[in-house]
């Protein structure tokens, strides 16, 4: 099928406007789908013609990404987060309601073409949910007569940007700040400390403040930047061009875990001081480019952010001969996602950022080495780069002073579920959970999950455990669960999520997250037995200890804490034969009888355990 004129006009332009760059094929890929609704078939040849890369690549990345389609959504495209926050909050009620209102079904386009409905794992806004997104701006504090509105909105063709301004707005809702969150600094504070320190005195005072990184994981800063500085070592098996200068600093903005929204915050108020950071960060390893990788779902903090990259600029913060420094060169670019929970993870971003499938890497050889475009590069999280641009002001010693032995400094958090006051609140490491639980007035807790689905569930008597990373690390999320809620319930979403989000790399995570789900499915459905609670922990052990990346690692972490905590409330989902198989085998034969017209004791098999 060939391509009208005009629409080839459109996806030529869109080409050349990324320099025909096959690294920037997913931007493309965005900017297709906004334009047609969908990425067809002969619109990818043309982008693989263009960027001489093999269609197949094309067709790959297309995919991949849950917010690019073969087929055309809606002129309305609108997604509901499926998080448990949402769920909480009746997001699941409120689906339904829209959808009848707009005559459609879940996961589909209407037939006239107007409007799409699909779920999506998280959009980011778990303090003021239920939340979604239509044609990627965000949706918050959604409720019955703002799904009234948007269904007389959607059903009178009224354009997205005619509709009532409070229907997108976000809050940052900030209830507690300490080192981080409190003041600000001049733009420009940060560089002109740390090049009148030098190299070797800014290593030395990141080194003294103790900073780890911030998404969970924790490197040491001063180590991994030092490493990037140094460069790769000889290594037969890992070729690369030691003389060359070139290094990237990379900000990690893609913050999918549900629960956490800290990065949209910052973001939205202190981006800035995070730009800052990031600019320290290439005086000190000599890049020349940077890159903020922005999750799909920040669409509404894209053009806000590229106006306050203009603003660097003008005010020679960014671009040559920064601030006067002659040879002091450095840029940065931002890079929108499309839906990819595994693009979180470091590796997998990287590809992203080179035009490819979000697909973790092998390591060693890790990205401070052999990173974006194999060359030395820094990935650090949002929070990790304003906090280094605090301590270039402040000093390390400053940040030191809070926290404890082994986690300095402190921890924002975002704050959701069954409390009052969610939002984001910053702690000195070595603050119990207790203490953040009143704070946010919990209601009647149960239980907190701490650091997302593939962080920790705690439950009462653990109350009295700290936020550090010798005790309870996290990248930020904090949801909060009273004694009304199902933990198995919970549990099960976050299956789901795991299961929907594998990146399908490794067999461990792509068929043992869905074996994982469906075991858990048939437990809280009342139909499990002893047996199918033996192999679910051993198949929950299985995919963690084989899985090749973090996501699957992580992805048995709630089943295994909440069968560890709360066994009793497994125990009381199981039935008490010893086994029921999970398919209907005699069932499945029901057609086959039919069409035969037997129902005979001879046409029926059974099952026995």
């Known amino acids: 099928m060939s391509m009208q004129p005009t629409d080839l006009a459109v996806v030529n332009d869109i080409i050349q406007r990324h320099a025909a760059n096959p690294t920037e094929l997913l931007q493309i890929l965005r900017e297709v789908q906004a334009s047609f609704r969908c990425v067809s078939a002969p619109v990818m040849r043309v982008i693989a013609d263009a960027l001489s890369v093999p269609l197949t690549q094309v067709q790959a990345v297309t995919e991949f990404y849950n917010f690019l389609s073969n087929d055309p959504v809606g002129r309305y495209d609108i997604r509901m987060s499926d998080s448990i926050t949402d769920h909480m909050l009746g997001s699941r ?5 829209l959808c009848q209102r707009l005559g459609i079904k879940a996961g589909h386009t209407r037939e006239d073409g107007v409007v799409s409905f699909h779920f999506t794992s998280c959009t980011g806004l778990c303090d003021q949910g239920p939340a979604g997104m239509v044609n990627g701006l965000a949706l918050s504090c959604l409720d019955h007569a703002r799904i009234d509105r948007i269904a007389e909105l959607v059903n009178a063709g009224t354009p997205v940007s005619e509709w009532p301004p409070e229907f997108f707005q976000v809050e940052d809702n900030i209830r507690r700040a300490s080192l981080l969150l409190e003041g600000a600094f001049e733009p420009g504070a940060a560089i002109r400390k740390a090049l ?3 190299r070797d005195a800014m290593f030395n005072e990141l080194d003294q403040s103790g900073l780890r990184g911030r998404g969970g994981a924790g490197f040491n800063t001063a180590w991994k930047w030092h490493f990037c500085y140094e460069g790769p070592e000889e290594d037969p098996f890992c070729p690369v061009d030691n003389t060359s200068s070139e290094r990237f600093v990379v900000c990690n903005a893609d913050e999918g875990e549900p629960g956490t929204f800290k990065d949209r915050v910052l973001l939205n108020s202190y981006a800035h001081e995070v730009f800052e950071g990031m600019t320290v960060c290439a005086a000190l390893v000599g890049a020349r480019h940077g890159y903020l990788y922005l999750r799909g779902e920040y669409l509404h903090l894209h053009e806000p952010l590229l106006r306050m990259l203009e603003e660097r600029r003008r005010l020679n913060l960014l671009g040559a001969n920064i601030i006067g420094q002659d040879g002091f060169d450095f840029d940065i670019n931002i890079h929108l996602g499309a839906g990819a929970y595994i ?3 470091e590796s997998a971003l990287i590809e992203s950022l080179e035009g490819k499938r979000g697909t973790p890497r092998n ?8 990173g ?7 990935v650090n999280n949002v929070e990790t780069f304003m906090a280094a ?3 270039a002001v402040n000093g390390g010693a400053w940040f030191a002073a809070q926290g404890t032995d082994k986690s300095k400094g402190t921890k924002i958090l975002s704050v959701s579920g069954d409390c009052e006051r969610p939002g984001i609140y910053e702690y000195p490491f070595g603050t119990t959970i207790a203490q953040i639980l009143a704070d946010c007035r919990a209601t009647d807790p149960f239980g907190v999950q701490i650091g997302g689905p593939s962080g920790t569930f705690i439950s009462t008597h653990e109350f009295d455990r700290k936020l550090a990373f010798e005790d309870l690390a996290t990248g930020g999320s904090f949801m909060v669960f009273n004694q009304t809620r199902d933990v198995l319930e919970i549990t099960r979403n976050f299956m789901h999520f795991f299961a929907h989000e594998s990146c399908g790399f490794c067999t461990p995570c792509r068929v043992g997250t869905s074996l994982l789900r469906n075991m858990l499915d048939k437990i809280c459905e009342g139909h499990g037995t002893p047996y199918d609670l033996v192999e679910l922990t051993h198949m929950a052990k299985l995919v963690r200890a084989t899985s090749h990346c973090g996501l699957g690692q992580t992805a048995a972490n ?3 804490s909440t069968l560890e905590r709360c066994p009793d409330l497994y125990e009381k989902r199981l039935k008490a034969i010893s086994f029921e198989p999970g398919f209907d085998l005699d069932g499945a034969l029901a057609v086959s009888r039919q069409l035969t017209g037997r129902n005979d004791a001879h046409a029926h098999l059974e099952q026995v355990g």
């Open 196 to 198: 009148m320190n030098g």
């Open 93 to 97: 009620e409120l689906a339904e309601y």
């Open 372 to 378: 974006y475009l194999g060359k030395p590069t820094v």
């Open 558 to 560: 709630p089943i295994l």
């Open 389 to 391: 641009a605090r301590i």
């Open 343 to 345: 693009c979180g993870e």
């Open 363 to 370: 390591r060693p050889p890790y990205p401070v080495t052999h």
